[in-house]
């Protein structure tokens, strides 16, 4: 029997899961597996062009009939028009990993969109819960790429505490002790990167599926000499040289990096430029913290989509740890909610 909470309630999803928006990993095909699998699957936008995202949401829909989200920067210069090619294509969910303006949020409610942003802290879930958000998806410190300092048991009671909309958790979840143990804290699912990102229809090359395999608890660090923001990623040979670099070096490559990402996205240098004092206006970023944010896209693409772990990044939870296969979506999501409704089970039996 289905796992019924107010997540799958608002979202039309089966089970209380949520695979989240991972740059250059949740495209369509992980995406529509997660889907069909009863999970909610979410499409990162953040590495499409405008272009590329609408064609994305056509292949998703292609591929499943069931509900599905897009993840959008909220700070992007056409973050509107991308909320008004979600509410064209009747995407069921927009999340957004910074928190959204209050009028946007109000135009995709206003189009039966279901809103989640992301936070990593209680007064920010009170922020976008007075702004009108549906739901609130938190993520403790485990987690992989940018991350906080808050562990997942002590930040989900202090969200839940803070907010009367429902609560995702994320940050650490892999397995169906997780999901009962979130839903026992009163949290409404669970949503899971890295033990998405490791399945058979991930799209990441199986090499380096196989290199995450080969990681260990410690094998995680999180270092802010990539983007100049704390973020969990792999404990590669690459990663070590990078947290060693010095000012002059890491501000080089930031320059390199963000012409190939001009190339990449189409964006003319005055746009780019705009993005960047959006994101500072939007964050606690120093200018310095800004410019090597434009790092970001091309570490990971070169890591996740072209396989080179010798001039690119991993971002991954610690979670790593403890994952030992590359199941398919609709296995791991039996998996989870069989092995969470035992557990729900047996700590009801405490109670006989």
């Known amino acids: 029997m289905p796992l019924r909470t107010p997540l799958t309630e608002l979202t039309g999803v089966?089970?209380?899961?949520?695979?989240?928006?991972?740059?250059?990993?949740?495209?369509?095909?992980?995406?529509?597996?997660?889907?069909?699998?009863?999970?909610?699957?979410?499409?990162?936008?953040?590495?499409?062009t405008y272009d590329e995202l609408d064609h994305a949401i056509?292949?998703?829909?292609?591929?499943?009939?069931?509900?599905?989200?897009?993840?959008?920067?909220?700070?992007?210069?056409?973050?509107?028009?991308?909320?008004?090619?979600?509410?064209?294509?009747?995407?069921?969910?927009?999340?957004?990993?910074?928190?959204?303006?209050?009028?946007?949020?109000?135009?995709?409610?206003?189009?039966g969109l279901v809103v989640m942003p992301t936070v990593g802290a209680a007064r920010h879930a009170e922020k976008v819960a007075s702004w009108g958000a549906d739901l609130v998806m938190m993520?403790?410190?485990?987690?992989?790429?940018?991350?906080?300092?808050?562990?997942?048991?002590?930040?989900?009671?202090?969200?839940?505490?803070?907010?009367?909309?429902?609560?995702?958790?994320?940050?650490?979840?892999?397995?169906?002790?997780g999901l009962a143990a979130a839903l026992s804290y009163g949290a409404a699912g669970i949503g899971m990167g890295t033990r998405f990102l490791l399945t058979s229809d991930s799209a990441v090359p199986e090499e380096i599926k196989r290199t995450y395999l080969g990681f260990g608890l410690d094998g995680t660090v999180v270092t802010t000499k990539a983007d100049g923001m704390p973020h969990r990623l792999l404990r590669t040979p690459f990663i070590e040289g990078l947290t060693k670099e010095g000012f002059v070096q890491r501000m080089a490559r930031t320059l390199r990096r963000t012409t190939d990402f001009k190339r990449l996205s189409g964006q003319s240098w005055p746009s780019l430029v705009a993005d960047g004092l959006r994101m500072k206006r939007g964050s606690d970023r120093s200018w310095t913290q800004t410019m090597l944010a434009a790092?970001?896209?091309?570490l990971l693409k070169a890591g996740l989509v072209e396989g080179d772990t010798r001039a690119g990044m991993l971002a991954a939870g610690q979670v790593v740890g403890v994952i030992e296969d590359l199941p398919s979506c609709a296995e791991l999501v039996t998996r989870i909610v069989d092995s969470a409704q035992e557990r729900l089970k047996a700590t009801a039996a405490l109670r006989d």
């Open 14 to 48: 089966t089970h209380p899961i949520v695979q989240t928006g991972m740059g250059w990993v949740a495209g369509p095909r992980l995406v529509s597996a997660t889907a069909n699998a009863g999970a909610l699957g979410i499409l990162a936008s953040a590495t499409m």
């Open 58 to 111: 056509k292949e998703v829909k292609q591929r499943t009939d069931k509900p599905f989200g897009v993840n959008l920067r909220a700070d992007a210069g056409d973050a509107t028009e991308r909320a008004e090619l979600l509410i064209q294509h009747g995407v069921k969910v927009a999340s957004f990993a910074l928190a959204p303006k209050k009028d946007l949020i109000a135009r995709l409610k206003d189009h």
């Open 139 to 177: 993520q403790g410190g485990e987690g992989g790429g940018h991350t906080g300092p808050t562990a997942t048991t002590l930040l989900l009671p202090s969200v839940l505490d803070a907010v009367d909309i429902p609560v995702v958790a994320a940050g650490g979840f892999f397995d169906g002790r």
């Open 295 to 298: 790092n970001t896209p091309m």
